[in-house]
């Protein structure tokens, strides 16, 4: 009896012992999933803040770039307009802005105009405009660098600075050119790709219009430039008129690749060694052949490029002046005045939206210091056109594609 007792007791025993461990194995593991899940929850709340941090610095850098002018899905576009600094006085310029504005604001796509001049803004005449008031002036007989250094309060000082902030998407001046291209230098940058900016101007020929680059922006470039303006030039052609392989001629005083400068020399081998998918090289070409088409871009010095299209817009003028004094009149046929009317829109350099500084990291504009109020309303229409098209984003990705 004994036995089985000690027995009965010892079974007892071993189950509670069992029982026990069972037990603290138990309290065990609920402690370590408890504390497994504090950790857990902390890695959680820790990961979360750092996504809610990282999706706030994106959401900021977000809204710094599309409100910047290198966004190319911007919607809304801001033009800047110089009023002064050049032949016309400010009061033309303004009507001029006043003039397109109504034609801006029905293309749907909202286009605000922020005009740059000396004075307070007249609430009455210019709700449909931004206007910023400035102090100084740069004038035409002004050194650029001089203009620069000593006018910082100036329209144009203040319109690079709005474009590099993203204020204004582009910018356009009749004012002195060398002090708009060092402005531009050195507040806005290069493009990566381009030492040095040129003047890009388009000129009518018989199929149609070319791209000339450089008209008055670097007057002695080296053959390196004259080659990184082939570039900027076949993107600018690519965008506006959708031409996958644009042909690039060198101006030059004969078609044989030993003519000219050694610049132009050096520059005519650097092409054609160089011609690749951006564009084709076909070599010199002479000013007499400029307007036949049978190139997209034309490439020259500024010094040379200036003359070029000044020759040009001259006797543009000259023939259609005398095309006026011939046949104009009460009397004139409807058919020939209709043949004027088409061939004035073409040749007349009114027409022509002004010469891009191309190669900076932004869109300026450059017009005719004696520009007419349509010459500077079709510079604006030009620019639109640009942003529209997004150019400078265009040319960024090519110079990065084919470096």
Known sequence: MRNSYLEGRKKQWQFHEIDTLIGAKRRVGLILSFSLRRQLLAVSVELLSYLIAFALLVGCTGVVRWCSPQNPFRLTLRIGVDLLGGDRPQEVLLEAAQEIAPELASEGEEVRLVLFGLGKAK??????????????????????????????????????????????????????????????????????????????????????????????????????????????????????????????????????????????????????????????????????????????????????????????????????????EAFGGEAMREDVAAVLGRLNKKVNYAEYPGALVAGVDGVVMKCHGFSSKEAVQNGIRGTVQLLRQKFLFQLKEQLATHP
């Not at 910023?132 to 035409?140: K, P, R």
């Not at 005083?253 to 030993?258: D, H, P, Q």
């Not at 049978?294 to 259609?320: H, M, P, Q, R, Y």
Request: proline share 3%; aromatic share 6%; charged share 20%.
């Open 123 to 324: 609430n009455d005449s210019l709700s449909p405009f931004d206007w910023v008031e400035v102090t100084e002036e740069v004038t035409m007989e002004e050194d650029p660098l001089t203009a620069v250094r000593r006018k910082k309060r100036s329209s144009i000082a203040e319109g690079m600075r709005k474009c590099k902030s993203g204020q204004i998407d582009a910018f356009i001046s009749t004012g002195n050119t060398g002090a708009l291209v060092a402005n531009s230098i050195m507040t806005l940058g290069m493009v990566a790709g381009v030492d040095r900016p040129g003047l890009l101007a388009c000129v009518p020929s018989l199929r149609h219009d070319i791209a000339v680059i450089d008209v008055g922006g670097n007057i002695n470039p080296r053959a390196e430039h004259l080659w990184q303006y082939a570039r900027m030039g076949s993107a600018y052609q690519r965008a506006t008129l959708g031409l996958k392989l644009p042909r690039v001629g060198l101006l030059n005083i004969g078609r044989e690749a030993v003519k000219g400068t050694r610049g132009m020399r050096d520059a005519y081998q650097l092409l054609q060694s160089r011609s690749s998918s951006d564009f084709t090289f076909v070599g010199n070409i002479e000013g007499r052949e400029a307007f036949l088409g049978d190139v997209d871009v034309i490439v020259c010095n500024g010094f040379a490029g200036n003359i070029f299209l000044k020759t040009a817009e001259g006797i543009s003028l000259f023939i259609l002046q005398s095309l006026q």
